[in-house]
C-alpha cells in the first residue's frame, strides 16, 4: 500500500517539473519575440526592356572583374560612420550579399543598361567580337546615417582589339536623410553617378577611330 507521504512526493515532483516546462516555454518565446529581424538590401536596379536593349547600333561586350575595395568593407553587414573615429557594423541591415559582389554586381548591370550592351564577365564573348574590360577600384567610402555618403572610384578601361584604354577616377557625395533606406538608396545614386561617367568612357572610345595603338584616351570623370 502506498503511504501518503509518498503519494504527496509524487504531486510535488510532477508539479515541479510542469513549472520548469513551463517557465521554459515563456523563457524561449520571449526570446524569440525580442530578436531583431534582418534586413536585406541591394543595389540592384531594374534591367532594361529586351527591347531598349535592341535599339543599340550593334552589340557592346563588357567585362567587370571583382571590385578592389578595403578589406573592412568586403563583408555582407552594412558598415556606417558613428563618429569621427568610429564605425558600426550592422548585423541586421545587410547587402543581399557580400558589399565587393553587390557592386559588381550593380555596375556590371548598371553599364549593360546604359550601354545596350551584353555582360560577358562569366559567359565570354564571341570570338573576334570585341570587348571592353572595366576594372573598377573603391578606393574611399563613408557612410554616415542623417548626413551624407561620400566615395572615391576609380576605374581603367581596356579595349581588348586594339589595347586602347582609359583611366580616371570620380568623387561622389550624396547628401542621405536618417534611416537605413535612405543611405542605401544614397550609396544607390553614388553608384548610378560612377555608372554614368564610366559609360561615357566606353562611348567614347566606341565611337573614336585612332591609329595610335594603345595610347591613353582622356576621360570623363573628376
Known amino acids: ?15 515541479t517539473h510542469v513549472t520548469v516546462a513551463t517557465a521554459l516555454t515563456a523563457v524561449l518565446a520571449l526570446s524569440g519575440c525580442s530578436t531583431p529581424q534582418t ?28 571590385i578592389s575595395m578595403p578589406e573592412r568593407l568586403a563583408r ?12 558600426d ?17 550593380a555596375f556590371a548591370s548598371g553599364l549593360a543598361n546604359r550601354l545596350g ?15 571592353y574590360r572595366i576594372a573598377i577600384d573603391l578606393r574611399e567610402f563613408d557612410a554616415a546615417p542623417g548626413d551624407k555618403v561620400q566615395a572615391l572610384f576609380g576605374w581603367t578601361i581596356t579595349r581588348s582589339d586594339d589595347g586602347r584604354s582609359a583611366s580616371c577616377q570620380l568623387g561622389v557625395t550624396e547628401p542621405v536623410n536618417a534611416g537605413t533606406g535612405a543611405l542605401v ?6 553608384v548610378s553617378d560612377a555608372i554614368d561617367a564610366i559609360a561615357a568612357d566606353i562611348t ?8 595610335a595603338g594603345s595610347a591613353a584616351i582622356p576621360c570623363k570623370g573628376t
Do not use: C, K
Open 204 to 211: 567614347r572610345m566606341a565611337a573614336r577611330r585612332t591609329d
Open 76 to 87: 555582407p553587414q552594412l558598415v556606417v560612420r558613428a563618429r569621427n573615429t568610429q564605425v
Open 117 to 131: 550592351a551584353i555582360d560577358a564577365t562569366r559567359s565570354g564573348r564571341p570570338a573576334g567580337s570585341p570587348g
Open 39 to 66: 534586413r536585406f538590401y541591394t543595389l540592384a536596379v531594374p534591367s532594361a526592356t529586351a527591347a531598349s536593349r535592341a535599339e543599340s547600333a550593334q552589340n557592346i561586350f563588357i567585362e567587370v572583374p571583382p
Open 185 to 190: 538608396a544614397g550609396v544607390q545614386r553614388a
Open 89 to 105: 557594423i550592422l548585423e541586421h541591415d545587410r547587402w543581399s550579399s557580400s558589399f565587393n559582389y553587390e557592386l559588381r554586381d
Open 1 to 15: 500500500m502506498t503511504s501518503p507521504l509518498s503519494h504527496l512526493h509524487r504531486q510535488i515532483n510532477v508539479i
